[in-house]
């Protein structure tokens, strides 16, 4: 598979844009981690960090999960990967865990919060709740917050990518 990305128009609308800026980025971390095997995948970047780009990916999917199912449209739905006892456990791999299962859990919560996104208005503000706070935010601000998080996120994919291959690009 060969990741295609493009920028949103530099004429869009606002949710045209904010769409396609999240899709880029997405599409982003999906080329940083494209072509490697799964223990490249587990790799972690420098101890004692457990980072790793299949953390990554794993971590997002728990985002998306967590803005778009949980508060946006409150659905109450469990965390895939963290508990309670480990609420970094999507970082914390084991062989046993596969670049196949974290891509395709990931896709799904990228395909949920699509639909549910599509229900609401950028103003519109969330049904749920932020699950530590309390606060309520419109699908405006979310979506501003997923392309920061994606962004950042896709900075430290980059060093980790380079750090396994060398392989280095925007």
């Known amino acids: 598979m060969t990741i295609e990305r493009s920028e949103p128009a530099t004429t869009a609308d606002e949710r045209t844009m904010l769409e396609g800026w999240l899709k880029y980025h997405r599409d982003t971390l999906a080329w940083k981690c494209e072509g490697l095997t799964d223990e490249q995948l587990r790799t972690a970047s420098v101890e004692p960090s457990t980072l790793s780009l299949m953390g990554l990916v794993r971590h997002m999917a728990e985002v998306e999960r967590g803005w778009f199912r949980f508060v ?67 699908l405006r601000w979310i979506y501003t917050h997923m392309i920061e998080e994606y962004a950042r996120h896709n900075g430290h994919a980059d060093l980790l990518r380079e750090r396994i291959d060398g392989n280095t690009g925007d």
């Open 72 to 138: 946006m449209a409150d659905e109450r739905v469990d965390p895939i990967y963290y508990t309670d006892a480990d609420p970094d456990g999507e970082f914390h791999l084991t062989e046993a865990d596969t670049w196949a299962e974290a891509y395709a859990t990931w896709q799904g919560e990228i395909e949920a919060a699509t639909a549910h996104a599509a229900r609401f208005a950028l103003d519109d503000v969330s049904v749920g709740k932020h699950r530590r706070t309390g606060e309520r935010f419109n």
